[in-house]
């Protein structure tokens, strides 16, 4: 049973550019939740998904934007990269919201921002 | 706001001695909390999560917690650590399962 499986593994972009980040959620969850892990920090919270919608947010601003699929895989977009931007992107999923399921985490993405 | 924090950034131990990772959390509603682990370079795997069910949680690799309320605490233990733990660990706080918060965590390190 594959887990949750994120592409690509690393990745280099300029300020100003635009990034797409993806992940598969583990066989059976329908819930995937994304996180920004800044380096030497613990993760943060940028949204989830379920159902195809966004559910929550983190303390984001919207250049951070995501999606989700009816085969419940989901983006994330970020636009107009900012050096801050650069962190390990983090995605969980999880057996539909209910209280109390953990959450399975993604080996994540390295985005580095120059 | 649910929060936790994670006392100490950095903890060193010898291999066989105790592990004891600090964790205290804030919260007005009953918590669900969890500690992971992350290995360099990849993701969070977790240890144990605490539900309500039990105040003793068991985990994986030999560690445990306890959920003490007075103390609004959950530490990390493990008897005797291996050169294997060395990671980090973080403890994490929700009240659903939609926002999940974290701490700084906590880098161990097990000397030979």
């Known amino acids: 049973d594959a887990g949750v499986t994120q592409s690509p593994t690393h990745l280099i972009k300029t300020r100003g550019q635009q990034v797409t980040l993806r992940c598969s959620p583990k066989?059976?969850?329908?819930?995937v939740s994304w996180y920004q892990q800044a380096l030497g920090q613990g993760p943060q919270f940028i949204f989830q998904?379920?159902?195809?919608?966004?559910?929550q947010r983190g303390n984001f601003p919207d250049r951070f934007s995501g999606h989700q699929f009816p085969n419940y895989s989901s983006e994330l977009n970020v636009n107009a990269l900012l050096l801050g931007d650069s962190a390990l992107y983090l995605c969980?999923?999880?057996?539909?919201?209910?209280?109390?399921?953990?959450?399975?985490f993604g080996p994540g993405t390295r985005l580095t921002v120059l | 706001a649910q929060s936790v924090t994670q006392l100490g950034s950095h903890v060193s131990v010898s291999e066989g001695a105790l592990v004891l990772l600090r964790c205290n959390y804030s919260s007005s509603v009953p918590p669900y909390l969890f500690w992971y682990v992350q290995y360099p370079n990849q993701g969070l795997q977790l240890l144990l999560k605490y539900t309500s069910a039990a105040t003793l949680v068991k985990g994986i690799n030999g560690f445990e917690a306890e959920f003490k309320k007075s103390e609004t605490s959950f530490h990390l233990t493990k008897p005797s650590a291996h050169m294997s733990d060395a990671a980090e660990y973080f403890c994490?706080?929700?009240?659903?399962?939609?926002?999940?918060?974290f701490g700084a965590g906590t880098r161990l390190t097990v000397k030979p």
């Open positions: 998904y379920y159902e195809e919608e966004e559910r």
């Open positions: 994490a706080v929700t009240p659903n399962n939609n926002d999940m918060r």
């Open positions: 969980a999923s999880s057996p539909n919201p209910l209280a109390g399921n953990e959450q399975f």
């Open positions: 066989s059976g969850h329908d819930t």
